[in-house]
């Protein structure tokens, strides 16, 4: 039940914070953040201090399972296991971030800005729960329009745009993947005469050959355009950078990783066949990802798309690291997906906070902007210095991990992916440079972060020195669940 | 004909006394309220006679008419339908000059002959339903006859409609001069005996000129949009659910009974008309900046989605194409109904710009609108979703796989139109006070807000919770 509860308290939460910022505007606000806040208190109960033998206790640290659409065999089925779980709680932390972050930012319509995100936390955490594969394509799209709405609403000048743009690609794919779902669901049929949706029951389909390969790609192509892969990446830079400072932050830190979440949850260990038949084009892509996300982000000169293009280089890692398809690669696509969250929100809050006080992300009206906001630039280093993937940080260990578990598989990837590392530390620097140093041309004199907005940063900064230095409990927690998505590999 | 016969006749003899007591009480005296509460009445009336019918069902009343489940099960959706429009029509005609009182005896005209059509297996019912509900709709477009876009409209159906007849009946007699039977079943023992198909296929093909009329299908479609535009609104909403869903109710059955679809260049008509229809009507909308019309070219696309279920054939194509039509049936009427009731004494709410901003004016009626367009667009948690998925799901079973994909690229093409006009409700409001002024703000009636409000919780609750209505359309759809 405790599943249930963490959805529906963020969709009566949104609810709620919608019907009384009548009342006032900060009635909104603090609704939203108590009630991100219980939910994460309710999810922290289900945390378990130490590796468990799956084999004693079954996947699932909870499950619940009820009928839903009998017509069809679909069933409300949710289920937690490790990676759920880890996902889950970055969910709630980034939720309540992103709160914080629009505190001053969003004074218009704030009753239904805040339903808004509360429905897109309930949808992201909807996809990371779902163990039907209807209620997955349900959630999928729940938190496609709340989303829709954040940056058409509240967006920047092109929001309509990039709002549009984004819907109709996530749409299409999310289409897609319901006819692959379909499919599936009828070759199941026929081979056990059971209509059925279920996760685990659809795990045991024997999908083979033209097929198999065809279902796969409709799933791959819903999730590769929300991680996002090259060539399917051009919906992001746009939607991230019109979006508000919280619909960035949400889209870079949680929606990008239901792309990932989803190839590990559902791509691979749906077609075990076709994924490791098209790993090496899917390996592929991950490397083209890092480079081209590197090579765009340093010709950028608009601080949100620099940083929107700095999540596909990184997302490409993840790619890459699912379709090698190893322990120690997975391990670092988990690592990889919860340290990008915290850095690029953490990007994103800076450059949100400077266009607070600026009213640009252009960065050429930018620079100089230490000597003004000290405290703000050593933070934006700092980020910088995560992103690039400085040892001691989480980024390092991710990257580092999935660099390992790759190189057994192909050495050149592997040298093509360390090159991304390389770029990273330019595109990076180049970021803080333009930003914060150089001559202040614009004579820029602004007040420096606040007190909730250093609350945000260093929450932030304490968990990715964190996870650099003890990552170990977010490997630990996930560990069973990678060893049952791998489990059917071991005699390959 | 015995007293069996009659009470499982019962609804439709009900609607069809409703309409010559309106007839009635106007000889009496004209007053708007009485005749459409006479109206409601007698039209809920009908729809709790269908539970005298159940019982009896399936029963086949002289050669006409067949009475079963599935005839019931439209028959209830018709004349709810029904309902909802006389609610919107309410108090859009009282801002009007013309005689109102009229409105709902033509009405009521119509919807009987939608139900004659559905519950039709012979030939001879299918075309006295189908002129019984043109003649009603005639009258209807043009009804606010002081407005000459609506007498344009109006003539322009009846000239289509009366020209496509003539190919429906001289298709009809095609078939029947080969099959010697009018009756579906009848005709369709005779094909299986008899090897030569001879003029059974020009004839299927005259029929198709004359029901893809009425579907507005590409390529017979040309009218729709001008006939969207001219028609009063809560005519338009009653074009686009009762009319067509009646033809497309009766088209299942003859599918079904005829086996038409096991005739190889019927069926390769029909995907040609699916597929032509999803891309043309999809594509067409985006240039739309009338709402109207914007929604006639949408309802197009509906119509191939529909055929896409129909065509997959099985039993769970007509599940499908009932889910799909009970939820397209409860989206275009709120869409219809919000534009109804913003619509004012002298002009409709037709252009996209009247819609700005009107999400900080009227927030319920843009938050009703929103729901509506997401639901035609196909979206989770309204109701259109679920219809979607009962078309992919009997798309994919049947393996119609280019069908399948022009509907997942249709639907993409869809998403544009109806997110254009959803950014527009939540723009900004528009700065001068002239541009303000329109909508002007004016109260909703009870009635009407009543019916948008069932139609509100209906879309959402089919969206989240359809087991008790696929439950039901299970239970009364034969496969």
Known sequence: MILVWLIVILLVGGLLAWLLAGLAPSAARWISLLAIVVDLALALTLWQPSAVDVSTTGVWIAEVSAAWIPRFGIGLHLGIDGLSLLMVLLTLFIGILSVACSWTEIDKRVGFFHFNLMWVLAGVVGVFLALDLFLLYFFWELMLVPMYFLIGIWGHERRVYAAIKFFIFTQLSGLLMLVAIVGLVWIHHRATGQLTFDYTELLDTETTGTTGMLLMLGFFIAFAVKLPAVPFHTWLPDAHSQAPTAGSVILAALLLKTGAYGLIRFVVPLFPEAASTFAPVGMSLGVIGILYGAIMAFTQTDLKRLIAYTSVSHLGFVLLGVFAWNHLALQGVVMQMICHGLSTAALFIIAGAIYERTHTRDLDRLGGLWATVPRMGALGLFFAMASLGLPGLGNFVAEILVLIGVYKVSIALTVLATIGLVAATIYSLWLVHRTFHGPNERKWSLPDINRREALVLWVLVIGLVGLGLYPQPVLDAAEPALAHVLEPFKNR | MDYTDLTALAPLIVTAFVAVLIVVVLSVRRVHRVVLGVTLVGLVLAGLS?????????????????????????????????????????????????????????????????????????FVSLFLGLEVLSIGIYGLIAYLRNTPFAVEAGIKYLILAGASSAFLVFGMALIYGQTGSMQFGAMAAKLSGDVHLGLVLPGLALMVTGVGFKLAVVPFHLWTPEVYQGAPTPVTAFIATVSKGGMLALLLRFFTEFEALDLGPILLAFALIAIASMLAGNLLALLENNVKRLLAYSSIAHVGYVLVAMLAGGGLAAEAVTFYLVAYFVSTLAAFGVVTVLSDRDREAEQIEDYRGLFWRRPWLAALLTVSLLSLAGIPLTAGFLGKFYVIAAGVGAAQWALVIVLVAGSAIGLFYYLRWVVVMFGQLPTSEAQWSWPRPQALWGGAGLALAALAVSILWLGVYPAHLSGLIQACIPG
Do not use: C, K, W
């Open chain 2, 50 to 122: 269908i539970m005298l019918a159940v019982p009896l069902a399936p029963r086949q009343v002289t050669v006409l008419l067949i009475i079963d489940s599935y005839s019931l099960f439209y028959f209830g959706l018709l004349l709810a339908a029904a309902v909802v429009v006389s609610l919107l029509a309410f108090s859009y005609l009282e801002q009007r000059r013309e005689n109102r009182e009229e409105f709902y005896v033509l009405l009521v005209i119509a919807t009987v002959g939608a139900m004659v059509l559905v519950a039709s297996n012979h």
